[in-house]
């Protein structure tokens, strides 16, 4: 029993990570997007595991050892299979590679693709805890193992499975775990009944891999898994498309590097020292080396996306990458630039728009403020977010408003350029407006261009668009500014997401825009009123808290942790690690021994008063300059918080075992449901990280009452 718990937290933690990583790879990944896909995960597994607390002693015309081997059989084979749903979605939706999947259709197969492993894992935890219990062991042991399944699966993806094996590798790899522990459960089948399939599984998953990868893109040329995401490169004749999570990043012989690198190289003087971020092999460094700089420095976080680059480049191209002239960095953009020795005449941020925390932090005023600590006397900071030629709806306003006046938080100068993206060009001095001058700039250097010539540069600064656009944002003057703890720009960019599927959503955002923390108390009052008026669902309630509050800190932890040391996979890695060996050094505290209900619910109370007090104070540590080895210790507590409380809420519940792990178990995964949804989408970006916190610490509060007897 405790090796099949073993495998079963396994399991759910790295079918989650790949299914979240095929997703975000077919649909997109925003940070709603990822927020409903752990939603429908939650939701689905709480949903199993209610009805197995309910109704798993009634199926007896099964025994409990096949009914449970074939279940841990269903369960290691499930992966896969949805991953095949998964990658033919796009095909079956008639949706083209790079091309936005509609917000219905994608809410649809997200909850349909995860589905089946979440329904079935959650139903086998209260079997499995059922017959645990049977052979001497407290129930409360069976989160353990479960706990200690998904701590080692979750570290030995992020370190080992997601830089050597492909998704369907892995996925076998999950089979062959759940086929052992289904021959050990005590299946009639002789052992090489289970070792034979989990074998031609692994020898047959690279093909699979590549033939299903076809399904989506034509003319595939690349494809890579690496830990920050998929490559892919589609050749079509000469002509070569780049794209990341299914998103287009960039394509050869287009025009948009001299967008991008020309209007700020051209705005300044005489620029010897250049930063690009991002767009390391988009064509930026190219058109920057075409200017007489002394170096540039280019700062690219993945390593897989060079080497795609090298490998599939035209050979003029590619070489580029190699100019002496050029430093490549691999590293995190921001954390590049807050440990920074040298200094910049020109800084280009390449990046996408901010859809998600990680990507946001390279929008905000502190980070404004750090590239403005290493910008030369005169120096220039240039960035784009994509635009209209024409109509500016109130949503992209909003987000381009709150960006713009950002800027103007630290830079007194900023200057916005119009097209299908708005470039700002924002310095501590005068820009040099002057379309004259620029193109005399572009002459003296000897520049031919396709694209930003002397004319394009002279219609820029004197068609209607040019003082409309300025119109249009200083007329967003009422926005709130885009900072590190409270990162409302991702929000902004959220409504602008959802309103091109849902216009009828617009009135929600207006609305939910003035989210205050006394809501946030007055909704709590809901629950803490139903539970003292129906005792039975006092704990089950405090354990959905719980969940939903664990789910909530693990978000806070890792968002300041970017904020401060940058989106580095393997810091980020170990943070949810970290958590995850809290959750069973917590569980393993909490089963440690027995405890009467009336001794179990004090604990609980007890867990409750040190949640609210811990969230209260967290705000406090976080605007502090921690060193990076804070974090993981606070995620380690954190977790141990969350483990602790289900083995002793389970242990203040009377009646059946399996009911009551059923129930108990259902109520965890229903709060975390709640949490991913919330947490991220709304509270953080809304509320900011220290009031989010409070939330936090309501929710401890609205424990302690709601567990008392």
């Known amino acids: 029993m405790r090796f099949s718990l073993l495998a079963l937290g396994f399991t759910t933690t790295v079918a989650q990570v790949l299914l979240i990583r095929e997703l975000v790879a077919v649909l997109y990944g925003n940070e709603l997007v990822l927020g409903l896909i752990l939603a429908a995960w939650l939701a689905w597994g709480a949903l199993g595991a209610g009805l197995a607390g309910r109704y798993g002693t009634s199926l007896r015309f099964v025994p409990d050892s096949e009914r449970l081997a074939g279940g841990l059989v269903l369960l290691g084979l499930l992966p896969a299979l949805q ?24 809410v649809g197969t997200v909850v349909l693709a995860v589905a089946p492993v979440c329904l ?17 062991r407290p ?37 062959a775990a759940d086929l052992a522990a289904a021959f050990l459960v005590g299946s009639r089948l002789p052992a090489i009944g289970f070792l034979l399939p989990a074998i031609l599984f692994l020898l047959t998953a690279p093909f699979l891999h590549r033939a299903t990868l076809h399904w989506q893109w034509s003319d595939l040329a690349f494809a890579a898994d690496s830990p920050y995401g998929r490559i892919v490169v589609q050749a079509r004749e000469s002509q070569r498309i780049f794209y990341e999570n299914g998103i287009l990043m960039f394509e050869t012989q287009g025009d948009r590097p001299e967008e991008v690198v020309h209007p700020p190289l051209l705005a300044h003087p005489a620029p010897r020292e250049v930063l690009l971020i991002g767009g390391a092999a988009a064509g930026n460094l190219r058109e920057a080396l075409r200017h007489p700089v002394a170096h540039v420095t280019v700062v690219e976080p993945d390593p897989l996306l060079l080497r795609a680059a090298r490998l599939h480049l035209p050979p003029e191209e590619a070489a580029v990458l190699d100019d002496p002239r050029a430093t490549i960095v691999l590293a995190d953009g921001r954390r590049f630039v807050q440990t920074a020795r040298r200094t910049f005449d020109v800084v280009i941020l390449d990046l996408p728009e901010p859809s998600t925390g990680a990507l946001n932090r390279f929008y905000t005023e502190e980070f404004f403020r750090e590239v403005r600590a290493v910008l030369n006397p005169g120096g220039v900071l240039a960035l784009g977010l994509p635009a209209a030629e024409n109509y500016w709806s109130p949503e992209l ?13 630290v830079f007194p100068h900023v200057l916005a350029l119009p097209g299908d993206t708005t470039y700002f060009l924002a310095s501590a001095d005068p820009l040099e407006a002057d379309p004259a001058l620029w193109g005399q700039r572009l002459a003296e250097r000897g520049i031919a261009t396709r694209w930003v010539t002397a004319a394009y540069i002279r219609y820029l600064f004197t068609t209607d668009r040019f003082a409309q656009v300025r119109e249009v944002l200083e007329g967003t003057a009422g926005v709130r500014l885009n900072r590190d703890l409270t990162p409302i720009c991702y929000y902004y960019d959220l409504a602008l997401w959802l309103s091109r599927f849902t216009p009828r959503l617009r009135g929600f955002f207006e609305r939910t825009d003035v989210l205050r923390l006394g809501w946030v108390a007055l909704a709590l009052a809901v629950p803490v009123g139903v539970s003292r008026l129906r005792r039975r669902w006092a704990v089950p309630m405090a354990v959905g808290g719980a969940g939903l509050a664990g789910m909530m800190l693990e978000v806070v932890i890792l968002l300041a942790f970017q904020v401060r040391y940058g989106s580095l996979y393997a810091q980020v890695s170990l943070i949810v690690a970290a958590f995850m060996v809290g959750m069973v050094l917590g569980s393993r505290w909490g089963s440690s021994r027995r405890r009467e209900p009336p001794t179990a619910r004090r604990a609980l109370l007890a867990l409750m008063g040190a949640l609210a007090l811990g969230a209260a104070v967290l705000p406090l540590l976080l605007q502090q300059p921690l060193p990076a080895p804070v974090f993981p210790i606070l995620a380690l507590l954190a977790g141990g918080w969350g483990g602790a409380v289900f083995p002793l809420a389970l242990q203040a519940e009377r009646g059946d075992v399996g009911r009551a792990v059923g129930r108990l178990y259902g109520a965890d995964l229903a709060g975390g449901c709640l949490g991913a949804l919330l947490g991220g989408t709304f509270f953080v970006p809304l509320l900011g990280i220290p009031q989010t916190c409070g939330v936090v610490a309501l929710v401890g509060l609205a424990g302690l009452v709601v567990a008392q007897d």
Not at 90 to 105: D, K, M, N, T, Y
Not at 120 to 135: K, N
């Open 139 to 175: 129930a409360g042991q069976a989160y353990l193992w479960e706990c200690a399944g998904a701590a080692v699966g979750g570290a030995l993806f992020s370190f080992v499975l997601v830089r050597y094996l492909d998704p369907f590798q892995t996925a076998a790899l999950i089979l």
């Open 83 to 106: 991953m095949l749903l998964v990658r033919a979605a796009r095909g079956l939706l008639r949706v083209p590679p790079g091309a936005l999947v509609e917000f219905g259709p994608m």
């Open 397 to 409: 306003a909003r987000r381009n408003g709150s960006v713009y006046h950002t800027l103007r938080a």
């Open 120 to 136: 079935l894992a959650g139903a086998l935890f209260p079997l499995l805890a059922r017959r645990l219990t049977e052979t001497g």
